[in-house]
């Protein structure tokens, strides 16, 4: 059992997907442990996004994550992790297979709907940042 960070990135909540995209981990198994909306602010994502910075994509991934509000939860059952990941689908929409949520839904690099935390490490680090109220007091 292990938990995971996924946001749903803004053009995706402003096209109304939101509710789809939850079902589709819901439907799998996962269970919902917290899901906030709200606006990124800029030094959330810079910490969030610090493995990509200085990358010719980094300052337009910022821009875009903080262009409108994102839905992000915490996802939690038998290897979350990769479940989600598998569910995603690969980085690149037109990549991405048909019955995967990029491949679905998406047709852009930068508009790929979702992040998901990528191992157990990243998902802690990234659980703590977007919902540092669930820390351990
Ligand atoms: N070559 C690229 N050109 C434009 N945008 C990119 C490129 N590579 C990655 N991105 C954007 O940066 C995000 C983070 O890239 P990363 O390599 O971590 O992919 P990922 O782990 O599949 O996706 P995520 O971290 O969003 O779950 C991607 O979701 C995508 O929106
Ligand atoms: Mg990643």
Redesign the pocket.
């Known amino acids: 059992m292990n938990q995971t960070l996924v946001v749903i990135?803004p053009q995706a909540v402003a096209r109304g997907l939101s509710g789809k995209i939850m079902a589709r981990y819901e439907e799998k198994g996962l269970k919902l442990a917290a899901v906030k909306l709200m606006q990124a602010e800029r030094d959330l994502l810079a910490q969030h996004?610090a493995?990509?910075a200085g990358?010719?994509?980094y300052d337009?991934?910022l821009e875009?994550m903080g262009s409108g509000p994102v839905l992000a939860m915490v996802l939690e059952g038998t290897d979350a992790v990769t479940a989600v990941?598998m569910l995603?689908g690969?980085?690149d929409p037109l990549k991405a297979s048909p019955g995967t949520i990029r491949g679905d839904f998406g047709l852009e690099?930068?508009?790929?709907v979702?992040?998901?935390?990528?191992s157990i490490q990243s998902s802690q680090r990234e659980i703590s940042l977007w919902f540092p109220e669930l820390a351990v007091k």
């Open positions: 990135k996004y493995e990509h990358k010719s994509f337009n991934l875009t990941r995603n690969a980085t690099m930068a508009h790929n979702v992040h998901a935390s990528d």
